[in-house]
């Protein structure tokens, strides 16, 4: 179906009404064609005390909303043969540093997607480096400085900065 002004009035009295029922002080909604974004506005507010606008480029952290997508598009490549869930990283990604040598060379991309690389996260760094703006390609390196708590395969340890880093590889 066609973009129409029309159809757009609707969108965002939905969207309005859905934020109102739900108490979402604030959002902001893209819709992409192809690669072009044809659609961008912020609705309600990003800051209720000093009342500003989301915009539509207001940053959200949208936390683990991101491992469902990067699960998808993960399973998908494998699903057409251009990745294996049991194929070492470093084939993929031949930069990839983690603490130790050995860690580096064996792990393998369903590792990273099991979090049981035997690397701890570190939650507070992850929360203010993303908040500061820490580029991705930053937040990939600080993988070679997490403390290793166990062995490859020995333990699940929830992690987002591993989690993330698998979407490097897509």
Known sequence: QKITEPLLKEFEAVVNTAMETYEVPGAAIAIVEGDEIVYAKGFGLRNLENQEPVTPDTLFLINSMT?????????????DGLLDWNQRVVEIWPDLVLPTEELTNNVQVRHLMQMNTGLAFQPNRWFYDTINGISAEEQLDSLAKLPVIAELEQTFDYNSQVYASIAHIG
């Open 67 to 79: 491992k469902p997508m990067v699960s998808t598009m993960i399973a998908t490549l494998v699903d």
